[in-house]
């Protein structure tokens, strides 16, 4: 060929490639200066000014609260952290709400801003009578007046017994074991625990007591390793620290090995003596062994990672987060955790409030520190042990991290860095799609994603991971990821049957989790009754050929025969199966025993465990003037804030529940396990003809929602329940008054019926309804009174106990 036109031929390809190279570059800078820029800018006028009046108190609001109060109250104030029983402190502050109300006419209608203020818990132990006082401040930031609230809001002054311990008083229980309690029984310490004075750690149970005036808890001993919640040495102390002095305490009880001894000066006799039945554990090298963390083997390939490919598309300003369909405001609640409020989509408000009330978790041992254990983890802080978030860990790495200031046992402000993340998370799956092949070709879909709203408390043994979820269709989700160390008991006798063992000598004991949240919807006008939810995922655990059961016992224990405690217990059947061990995460157990006083295999509801089998046994039902308050808490938002809506038109109460009972296979850290409320199941949408309807109507994998046509023809193992609300319970319902408004509602409560296959009578206002559902043994239960209770359960006969009498009969 000639040269000549291999050059030419060169030429032409250099000068097309330099075009092709410029159309693309051009293309490329048009289209970041016109769409992307364009698309995701937010307007500022989008953050309103007005809702920083649910912002967390700042450093300076804190700081002038706590000059205040050592000026106005003419007392000594100790700092909390280094203060004894006897002295006077200052245990939290916190932001006082203002009522909703108020609220809303500031934010809706240009009411004048309410006052800013803050609740403040003040120890007063050096009083003639002390007691826990609380008084509200303002208006910050240059407060001028206190108000004491604690008759209001309690009934009555607050013992000083009652309140929550300090820091400062676990360290001196722990001083006064080693100090005082451990050398009256030298021989046993040494010769049985190897006991060198720093080898034993200790952790307290609660409640402090079994009756009212107590202050008595239970110290559960361990070995002092990494993770020593895995190694308990069998040795427990019940320690009264009620005195104001801490040399004038002393101990009630211990335990060991099954055996109960008047102090630790019997113990030491007896052993002396040979009559102390001993079990030596094997010393654990200071990793911790089996609750190291630390990694077994090499790390791994980095594996993937969720990143923001472009700018995020929300924006963070202040105490309010907007995306391109949500904003809403949020705060941290030194004692409940993560509160939002003023969620809006798409513009519109569809709940004023959303957030955590409490996590709970009830234990069952044959060891008295376990048996006797009932956390409320609110009472000891979830927003206080709040730390830090750790990157590419417990959120994405491009997240927005958030910081929290929050005031608690301290002398001044404490600032977490990073406790709150952001994140816009692909869901890896759709949101909706659709590819069609019939008459014309097409495809359709809207991409899977969610912006996350993610904090994490560490409270003592447990990590429970707080999820708000906002979805693209309008759906919330509220999830509880709790993962962390399991709480264990020493294994001896009969403890198989409170737990499964995860070590030599140590019993994962059975456990239930119950999970609090609170919902203010507010989705257009209302009508005059409420609506209340309950929740109550299965009874979960974890097994491997054993099939368990949640009964419940009651034991009369040695330290206190007057209060017989009920106990959660594990029932197992052994299975013929050759599946091998097998981890049940999210499987529910068939339970087949009774509780209430009934012959409905239906505790699924893990609270139910605690409750005796005898009928006659059973608490009286409560009263119907007292329904309202089954959700309420003395110390829940609502009353701690003196909201007096909270639980008005569209105020919803939510929990959950799970029951696990851990094995070894689990080591050293629990799972993360998952509990979720989708706000597609429970939004309600008012539209422009004030009908409810139902948006977003899913079920759960577990949900079997079968046809009920009637209890005619019903396939074998099916059958039917009714539940009848007699007139007189109903009565202080006021229904709509118009007969238009009636007839919306009476369209809604059939629509809501035919929904979920449920038949049911067409409502008369305030009157009997029957209605009839067929069931599963996983199947969600759904009935509703005239008056739009709704009433969820798990399985057969599980509902909400809103009226004094409920009927439930098989059919």
């Not at 200071?286 to 609750?291: K, N, P, R, T, V």
């Not at 409905?600 to 006659?616: G, Q």
Request: glycine share 6%; aromatic share 12%.
């Amino acid at each position: 060929m000639n040269v000549k036109a291999v050059l030419l031929v060169l030429l032409l390809a250099l000068v097309v490639i330099f075009a092709l190279v410029c159309v693309l570059l051009t293309r490329g800078e048009a289209h970041t200066h016109c769409g992307y820029q364009a698309r995701y800018t937010f307007p500022e006028h989008l953050h309103s000014e007005r809702r920083w009046l649910f912002a967390d108190l700042s450093q300076d609001e804190i700081s002038h609260v706590v000059q205040y109060l050592k000026t106005s109250l003419g007392l000594v104030l100790e700092d909390a952290s280094r203060a004894n029983p006897s002295d006077n402190c200052i245990y939290s502050i916190d932001l006082q709400l203002p009522p909703k109300a108020e609220s809303l006419s500031y934010l809706d209608h240009g009411g004048s801003r309410p006052p800013r203020q803050a609740l403040v818990v003040v120890y007063f132990g050096n009083q003639p009578h002390p007691n826990v006082t609380e008084f509200v401040v303002g208006p910050l930031p240059e407060p001028t007046y206190h108000r004491d609230v604690t008759v209001e809001k309690y009934g009555g002054q607050v013992p000083y017994y009652r309140r929550a311990p300090l820091l400062a008083e676990y360290k001196q229980m722990n001083i006064f074991l080693h100090h005082a309690v451990f050398p009256k029984a030298p021989s046993f310490m040494k010769e049985v625990l190897d006991y060198d004075g720093t080898n034993v750690a200790a952790m307290t149970t609660s409640p402090r007591g079994l009756k009212s005036g107590d202050r008595a808890t239970w110290i559960v001993l361990f070995q002092n390793v990494t993770g020593y919640f895995l190694h308990p040495i069998g040795l427990e102390v019940m320690l009264d620290h009620s005195h104001l002095n801490s040399s004038q305490w002393n101990v009630k009880n211990v335990f060991y090995n099954g055996q109960y001894y008047r102090d630790f000066t019997q113990l030491e006799r007896e052993f002396t003596e040979g009559r102390v039945t001993v079990e030596k554990v094997k010393k654990v090298p200071a990793d911790g062994d089996i609750s190291s963390m630390k990694p077994k083997a090499d790390h791994a390939e980095q594996g993937p990672l969720n990143f923001e490919s472009s700018e995020p598309r929300y924006h963070v300003r202040n105490n309010q987060i907007r995306s391109l369909s949500w904003n809403f405001a949020f705060r941290i609640d030194v004692s409940r955790g993560p509160r939002l409020f003023d969620i809006r989509f798409k513009g519109q408000r569809v709940i004023y409030e959303l957030s955590v009330q409490d996590a709970m978790s009830v234990y069952g041992s044959s060891n008295p520190g376990g048996m006797l254990t009932r956390y409320m983890d609110a009472s000891f802080g979830i927003g206080k042990y709040m730390y830090s978030l750790m990157r590419g860990v417990d959120c994405p790495y491009s997240a927005t991290y958030l910081d929290v200031s929050l005031f608690s046992e301290a002398e001044k402000p404490r600032v977490t860095k990073d406790a709150i993340c952001v994140f816009e998370q692909d869901l890896g799956s759709p949101i909706r799609r659709h590819y069609s092949k019939f008459n014309s070709i097409y495809y359709g879909g809207l991409p899977g994603t969610a912006l996350v709203f993610r904090s994490v408390s560490t409270v003592g043994n447990y990590d429970y991971l707080w999820d708000f979820v906002f979805y693209p269709n309008g759906a919330i989700e509220s999830k509880i990821h709790a993962t962390g160390y399991i709480s264990s008991s020493f294994l001896y006798g009969s403890g198989l049957d409170y737990g499964n063992k995860v070590g030599d000598h140590t019993l994962g004991t059975i456990h239930t989790h119950f999970f609090a949240f609170k919902v203010d919807l507010d989705v257009g006008d209302s009508f005059s009754c409420n609506f209340y939810f309950n929740h109550f995922l299965g009874l979960y655990g974890f097994c491997s050929t054993l099939s368990l059961d949640a009964g419940s016992t009651l034991l009369t224990v040695f330290f206190s025969i007057d209060h017989p405690a009920f106990s959660p217990t594990v029932i197992g059947t052994l299975q013929s199966t050759n599946l091998g061990p097998t981890i049940g995460i999210g499987n529910a157990f068939s339970v087949n025993h009774s509780h209430f006083g009934t012959d409905s295999p239906s505790h699924r509801s893990a609270m139910l465990s605690l409750v005796p089998t005898s009928a006659s046994t059973t608490p009286p039902l409560i009263p119907k003037k007292k329904r309202h308050k089954l959700s309420v808490f003395p110390s829940s938002s609502s009353v701690r804030s003196a909201d007096p809506v909270a639980l008005n038109h569209h105020s919803v109460q939510l929990s959950t529940s799970t029951h696990p009972s851990p094995v070894s296979m689990l080591l050293p850290l629990l799972p993360k396990f998952s509990l979720k409320f989708d706000g597609s199941q429970w939004l309600l949408q008012w539209d422009s003809a004030s009908h409810i309807s139902r948006t977003q109507t899913t079920s759960s994998p577990d949900t079997d929602l079968a046809s009920s046509s009637g209890s005619e023809g019903e396939a074998e193992g099916d059958s039917a329940c009714y539940v009848t609300i007699p007139d007189s319970d109903v009565e202080e319902c006021s229904p709509p008054s118009s007969s238009e408004a009636m007839q919306n509602y009476s369209d809604f409560v059939l629509r809501m019926a035919k929904s979920i296959n449920l038949p049911m009578h067409h409502p008369k206002p305030c009157h009997t309804i029957t209605c009839s559902v067929k069931y599963r043994p996983r199947m969600l239960l759904l009935c509703t009174s005239p008056c739009s209770h709704l009433f969820f359960s798990n399985g057969r006969g599980i509902f909400q106990k809103d009226f004094s009498t409920i009927c439930l009969q098989e059919k």
